[in-house]
């Protein structure tokens, strides 16, 4: 490439500040030079601020009352110049050559090509891997481009890879711009699932089969790898879906089965009614009768699947 796209890393953190500089260093330590450092912090009770501004000019800080993750990404996305969007969890690092990478493979991909994504090699609170994850996905080739447009607005997206966590996912800012800014909501319960959903509904991308990012699996974890987060991921699919339809109804088929699969966790958990009780039925209202008839039939099929695999 005769000149370098510049690049912007999106660091979004809340109270990670045990973990902060590792993600930060890794940042600055790409081995791709046209790009900004913007670390985005949530509120943290913590030390964070002051590592943050320990970086000085080196970094973008973004100093912002407590939102939760979604609106991170928004702030962060303001503030941001880059043509092309990586996103990193505070408590997790890039590989040095991760947005050399990325950039190559956003550039072969052409101007219909929005979104990267590659998979995460899983390591403890001290960067050592953990057995058992594996390092690159099982694709026929090392660079695989995708189109799930059409999958997704059937309903499902049977796609050929694993959809990464945040850390593994990058975007052109012509793809960002037609999502973000997206709705907040407390905590994680709206989160990057909106986003990656929304690009793979909007553009094609490209799928990089080598991990180019390390995750960590440590007892601050909000979902990852937890036991017992029925509930989070009841809040997240329910809340996702609910904005989803709204933004994206050429995708409503698609957020009928996660809105189906929310509610079914939900009763999972309790027979109290769910919390996003107002959500589900503003969602419920919004779609034709065969759309409603079709999710309680999709929870009743849930639900009969968890009672003979008993």
């Known amino acids: 490439m005769t000149a370098q796209p510049f690049a912007s890393i999106l660091i979004n953190n809340y109270n990670y500040g045990c973990f902060l500089k590792d993600a930060i260093d890794s940042a600055l330590g790409q081995t791709y030079r046209s790009f900004e450092v913007i670390v985005v912090d ?35 996305f303001l503030a941001s110049k880059g043509n092309i969007i990586c996103l990193l969890d505070s408590d997790d690092t890039f590989l040095p050559n991760k947005l050399e990478l990325v950039v190559s493979a956003l550039h072969a991909g052409g101007n219909s090509v929005g979104w990267c994504f590659h998979p995460l090699q899983l390591v403890d609170s001290t960067l050592s891997y953990l057995e058992g994850n594996a390092k690159a996905l099982d694709i026929p080739e090392p660079l695989l481009q995708v189109d799930v447009r059409h999958k997704i607005r059937m309903g499902k997206l049977g796609e050929p890879f694993v959809i990464p966590a945040t850390s593994g996912m990058c975007f052109t800012r012509a793809c960002l711009k037609q999502i973000i800014p997206m709705p907040i909501s407390k905590s994680v319960s709206l989160n990057d699932s909106y986003i990656k959903f929304a690009a793979m509904s909007i553009c094609k991308g490209v799928v990089i089969s080598d991990c180019l990012a390390l995750q960590r699996i440590h007892e601050k974890n909000l979902f990852t790898l937890r036991e017992n987060n ?31 699969t929310g509610l079914h966790l939900n009763r999972k958990i309790s027979d109290e009614d769910s919390p996003y009780n107002l959500l589900v039925e503003e969602y419920i209202s919004r779609r034709p009768i065969l759309s409603r008839i079709s999710i309680r039939l ?13």
């Open 42 to 76: 949530d509120g943290s009770a913590d030390n964070s601020r002051e590592i943050i501004l320990g970086y000085g000019s080196r970094i973008v800080p973004v100093l912002k009352q407590n939102e939760g993750q979604a609106s991170a990404f928004n702030q962060g």
């Open 230 to 260: 029925q509930i989070q991921q009841a809040e997240i699919f329910i809340n996702t879906a609910y904005h989803i339809q709204k933004k994206f109804p050429v995708i409503a088929n698609f957020s009928d089965n996660l809105l189906a």
């Open 298 to 310: 999709k929870q009743l099929l849930y639900r009969l699947r968890e009672v003979f695999s008993d």
